[in-house]
């Protein structure tokens, strides 16, 4: 009975240090992984004017898929440490001593590392293409529907790729003055607008501005004549019409998991690429138990020794990255030939199953010879 306590009571202890280790270290990573990538929308902010709230709105719908390619990582690195830090601090040698099994040893790693596969299935199978479809559906409409209203007074606000607008100023009443419009949107007839005047209005696909006394200015491409068009009122559309028209398209990572597995035929070209998506999504988060493994592998087998080793972790950490790069390369062969889809579940799984048949596969031997050896010796 005390023994089982014991056992208890070391289960819990271990199992707390990496559930909270890799709570801290997924967080952090994550916070840095975030910061990094959001200075990419930055531009929203410069130029757009944008407010603080906004930017953090958007930028945040990209953390759970952050979340979901680091958390293999992390849990690899979390249950590396803390072993081995419980290895230098000689607390694996006192429950070696009290006749803890390596399997026993490894238990609230392991069950961390199955919490670690469960949060990855949740991330890649329903949060993150969520976040994602609401991520773009965001910046679209920031990019098309949004941002005329933003119009900074001397500045060039660039409202799409081919879209330029600058305002001179605005009056407390929203009257604009001053204005120049560069639409490039046309390929065939690149304009330049000048209004005295203008106000901004909502039309059917997004913002308008109505512009008063003003003046269209093109390029004939045939003769390479200056064609001056003076008005005295006019209509011009801030929204992008190519993407404002009809539904925005959806990419292949806002897609369902049965979307990607049964891929419309369409496009023949992407459809190896929607499956191989299809499968990554169910072997990444596999990967945590088996980099867990690894980790657990270099700290508890081999000779022991009371101070510790680190020729292992070392080892463990260039097999990690060996394993990352295969898994990256297997990733783009089987987009391109579903023919090396097994590979991605090689690569997943099969690191694990080795580590773990070394060091628990004697021990699960000896425990099913164990009732035979009783029946025959009966």
Request: charged share 15%; with cysteine; net charge positive.
């Amino acid at each position: 009975m005390r023994s089982g306590k014991l056992i208890t009571r070391l289960d819990r202890y271990m199992f707390r240090q990496v559930l909270l280790a890799l709570i801290a270290v997924t967080g952090g990573l994550t916070a840095l992984v975030w910061l990094i990538q959001s200075l990419r929308f930055v531009e929203l902010v410069v130029n757009h004017g944008l407010s603080l709230v906004v930017f953090v709105e958007l930028t945040g719908l990209l953390i759970p898929s952050f979340i979901a390619v680091i958390l293999p990582i992390t849990t690899f690195v979390v249950v590396q440490f803390v072993y081995q830090r419980l290895a230098g601090d000689r607390e694996i040698t006192v429950m070696r001593a009290t006749g803890l099994s390596p399997f026993a040893l490894s238990r609230p790693a392991l069950a961390v590392a199955l919490l670690a596969v469960v949060c990855g299935f949740a991330l890649t199978l329903w949060i993150v293409p969520a976040s994602l479809t609401s991520f773009r559906e965001f910046q679209w409409e920031i990019r098309n529907r949004m941002a005329a209203f933003l119009l900074q007074e001397g500045v060039f606000t660039q409202i799409s790729p081919d879209l330029t607008v600058y305002v001179r100023s605005r009056d407390p009443d929203g009257t604009l003055r001053g204005i120049l419009v560069d639409d490039g949107r046309d390929k065939t007839a690149h304009a330049t607008i000048l209004s005295e005047v203008g106000r901004l209005i909502e039309g059917p696909n997004g913002p308008r501005v109505l512009l008063v006394n003003g003046s269209r200015q093109e390029i004939d491409r045939q003769s390479g004549r200056l064609n001056v068009l003076t008005f005295g009122q006019n209509e011009l559309d801030l929204a992008d019409t190519q993407a404002t028209s009809g539904e925005r398209l959806r990419d292949m990572t806002e897609m369902s998991l049965n979307e990607l597995l049964h891929p419309p035929m369409s496009n023949p070209r992407d459809v190896s690429k929607w499956i191989a998506e299809g499968h990554k999504r169910l072997t990444t988060p596999l990967t945590a138990i088996s980099y867990a493994l690894i980790a657990l592998f270099a700290v508890l087998s081999g000779t022991f020794r009371r101070h510790g080793s680190f020729v292992r972790p070392l080892v463990a950490v260039a097999a990690m990255v060996a394993l990352l790069a295969f898994g990256l390369a297997m990733d783009n062969l089987a987009a391109r030939n579903n023919a090396m889809l097994p590979m991605m579940w090689v690569q997943a799984l099969a690191p694990g199953m080795i580590c773990g048949w070394v060091m628990f596969g004697q021990q699960w031997l000896d425990s099913r010879r164990q009732p035979v050896a009783a029946q025959l010796s009966a």
